[in-house]
């Protein structure tokens, strides 16, 4: 991850359709984050759901943002994955997420705006189903825990580098 000491506001963007199973994580672990980091100053999450360009703003807003959302990297059902800076507009090279056009099209016109976050990583978990059904499955609820502390470790990291 990224250890550029941070000041300002981390942006935390949860993406993703809770309709379609796994595809919700993004959005499944944000009360886990929002109980995890109440203590922490300058913290700012958010549930992009699946809102597409309406999410440039907070995109643009952002100096330190770290985006949630299901990543189907062919890897084994509830696999952490983990992207940092350019990696991440290289991971919409693969038809990963079922909303990913909007998102890809937000972070493509931060970028040409010169409105970039100055750090950014995507934290996602592998989807076991995206099958229609509004909780996750067994596997992959199971390693929210997981997934939250990668998303927290990387806040602390940002926080406490010298």
Same mark, same amino acid.
């Given at each position: 991850?990224?250890?550029?000491?941070?000041?300002?506001?981390?942006?935390?963007?949860?993406?993703?359709?809770?309709?379609?199973?796994?595809?919700?994580? !993004?959005?499944? %672990? @944000?009360?886990?984050? &929002? *109980? $995890?980091?109440?203590?922490?100053?300058?913290?700012? =999450?958010?549930? #992009?759901?699946?809102? !597409?360009?309406? %999410? @440039?703003?907070?995109? &643009? *807003? $952002?100096?330190?943002?770290?985006?949630?959302?299901? =990543?189907?990297? #062919?890897?084994?059902? !509830?696999?952490?994955?983990?992207?940092?800076? &350019? *990696?991440?507009?290289?991971?919409?090279?693969?038809?990963?997420?079922?909303?990913?056009?909007?998102?890809?099209?937000?972070?493509?016109?931060?970028?040409?705006?010169?409105?970039?976050?100055?750090?950014?990583?995507?934290?996602?978990?592998?989807?076991?189903?995206?099958?229609?059904?509004?909780?996750?499955?067994?596997?992959?609820?199971?390693?929210?825990?997981?997934?939250?502390?990668?998303?927290?470790?990387?806040?602390?990291?940002?926080?406490?580098?010298?």
């Amino acid at each position: 991850m990224t250890n550029r000491k941070v000041e300002s506001k981390i942006t935390i963007l949860g993406i993703g359709n809770t309709l379609f199973s796994d595809e919700g994580v !993004g959005i499944h %672990l @944000l009360p886990l984050l &929002e *109980e $995890a980091l109440k203590e922490v100053d300058q913290i700012e =999450i958010i549930e #992009g759901l699946t809102d !597409g360009m309406r %999410l @440039l703003g907070p995109v &643009e *807003e $952002a100096e330190n943002l770290i985006i949630i959302d299901a =990543i189907n990297a #062919g890897k084994e059902g !509830g696999t952490i994955i983990s992207l940092v800076g &350019e *990696e991440i507009p290289a991971y919409f090279g693969i038809k990963m997420s079922i909303h990913q056009l909007g998102f890809q099209e937000v972070l493509l016109a931060a970028k040409m705006r010169d409105r970039y976050p100055k750090q950014i990583v995507m934290f996602g978990m592998q989807p076991t189903s995206l099958e229609l059904g509004v909780e996750l499955t067994e596997t992959n609820r199971q390693k929210l825990g997981e997934l939250a502390n990668a998303v927290i470790e990387q806040v602390h990291n940002w926080r406490n580098v010298s």
